[in-house]
């Protein structure tokens, strides 16, 4: 049997302001990422630094004119992430960015995706107070992530990718608090 969640419904906004604040700090990431149908793995360490964001501020005000919303102000709460990754074994940095994310309702607004630099949406609910699943869908492809807090100092991520109906890559994320 397959949960299917309600995409309809949340616990609310204070639920996502809760999670959202409990994530802020710096984080050290070690993932791994298995492209499919061969395996192939990559391995990677992130630095991340994540900052709670409360309504209203120049960031979520920026973030819902990009999304074009009427009211700049409706953004309950959001986040940025800001990364910096290299390759686990040669240590070769691989990306740095940010990201923007900005809750209303059952929806997160993003100001990029994972694979463009276009602002998206993604559908988002909770399976308990300490995990969040979202869903984000653009360009023929969905993206379904999990974030898990556990405890104070870890977090685990899980991020699947697919395209067209065909799952393309697997990455898995164990990330402890710095800071």
Known sequence: ????????????????????QQSAGEWRSERRYY??????????????????????????????????????????CGTEVVWNSAEALSGRTQSRGSTLFGAMGNLLYRDRGFATTKPVTALYYFTNPQTLCLRTEYKG??????????????????TIITREG???MIGQYLEKRIV
């Open 1 to 20: 049997m397959t949960f299917q969640p309600s995409l309809t419904t949340t616990a609310g906004d204070s639920q996502i302001a809760e999670f959202f």
């Open 35 to 76: 492209t499919l149908p061969d395996g192939e793995t990559k391995e990677m360490v992130s630095q991340i630094q994540v900052r709670f964001l409360a309504q209203g501020c120049d960031e979520l005000r920026h973030l819902a004119r990009l999304h074009e919303l009427e009211d700049d102000t409706c953004l309950t």
């Open 166 to 168: 065909e799952q393309q």
């Open 141 to 158: 492809s969905s993206f379904e992530e999990e974030i898990k807090l556990i405890g104070q100092l870890y977090r685990t991520r899980q």
